[in-house]
Antibody, heavy 121, light 106 residues
C-alpha cells in the first residue's frame, strides 16, 4: 500500500533553513504529483508547493520564494527546504500525493503522518 | 488570491444530519474535495470530485457543489464523526483549503 513518511529536524533556529524529506513506499514517485502541506498549531491547512517526477515545481506565492521543492527518483523521495524561517513557520508539515493539477484530479489521496517543526532559538 | 470559507463549528445530535458548507467565488465551476482530520492525526480524504467517495469511506458521507457553495453532508452522524473537516479546490495556480469546520456530536 502507498505510504509516505516525513523526516527531518524537529527544531530549527530563526533565520536558518528548514529541511524535510518525504520517503514514499508502495508507489514510484515517477508518477503523480507530490506536495508539501503544513498546519500551524491549532490552525488550518496550507498548501506549500508540489514537485513532479520531471523536477517541475509549483509553489504557493505566499511563501515569497523561500521554499524549494526537489525530487530524487532514485531514492523514491522528495524534499522541502524553507529558507530564513521565523516562528511563523512553526507547524506540522505533511507530505501528500496529488493526482493532478487539472482541477478534476486536484486532490490528495495519501498523506504522511506529519512532522512537527518548531522554529525557536 | 482565491479563498474558501467554512463555518468554524457545527453541532449535530447523534444520529442526525450535519451539513458543512464551503463558499468560494464560482466554486461550482471547480471540483471540491473534503478531508476529515481527527486530533493528532493526518487528514483523510472523504470526498473528491465534488461527490465521489474513496474506497472505505462510509456511505453516510456525501457531497455536492453548485454555484458558490460546496456542501458536505453527514447522514446519521455517529460519535466517531466528531472531527475537523476541510474543503479544498484547485484555483489554477494553487491548491486552496477552506478554513476548517469543527463538528461536535451531541
Amino acid at each position: 500500500q502507498v505510504q509516505l513518511r516525513e523526516s527531518g529536524p524537529g527544531l530549527v533556529k530563526p533565520s536558518e533553513t528548514l529541511s524535510l524529506t518525504c520517503t514514499v513506499s508502495g508507489v514510484s514517485v515517477s508518477h503523480y504529483y507530490w506536495s508539501w502541506i503544513r498546519q500551524p498549531p491549532g490552525k488550518g491547512l496550507e498548501w506549500l508547493g508540489l514537485v513532479y517526477y520531471s523536477g517541475a515545481t509549483k509553489h504557493n506565492p505566499s511563501l515569497m520564494s523561500r521554499a524549494t521543492i526537489s525530487i530524487d527518483t532514485s531514492s523514491n523521495q522528495f524534499s522541502l527546504e524553507i529558507a530564513s524561517v521565523t516562528a511563523a513557520d512553526t507547524a506540522v508539515y505533511y507530505c501528500a500525493r496529488g493526482l493532478g493539477t487539472d482541477g478534476y484530479n486536484s486532490h490528495f489521496d495519501f498523506w504522511g503522518q506529519g512532522a512537527l517543526v518548531t522554529v525557536s532559538s | 488570491s482565491y479563498e474558501l470559507t467554512q463555518p468554524p463549528s457545527v453541532s449535530v445530535s447523534l444520529g442526525q444530519t450535519a451539513s458543512i458548507t464551503c463558499s468560494g467565488d464560482k466554486l461550482g465551476d471547480k471540483y471540491a474535495a473534503w478531508y476529515q482530520q481527527k486530533p493528532g492525526q493526518s487528514p483523510v480524504m472523504i470526498i473528491y470530485q465534488d461527490a465521489k467517495r474513496p474506497s472505505g469511506i462510509p456511505e453516510r458521507f456525501s457531497g455536492s457543489n453548485s454555484g458558490n457553495t460546496a456542501t458536505l453532508t453527514i447522514s446519521g452522524t455517529q460519535a466517531v464523526d466528531e472531527a475537523d473537516y476541510y474543503c479544498q479546490a484547485w484555483d489554477s495556480i494553487t491548491y486552496v483549503f477552506g478554513s476548517g469546520t469543527r463538528v461536535t456530536v451531541l
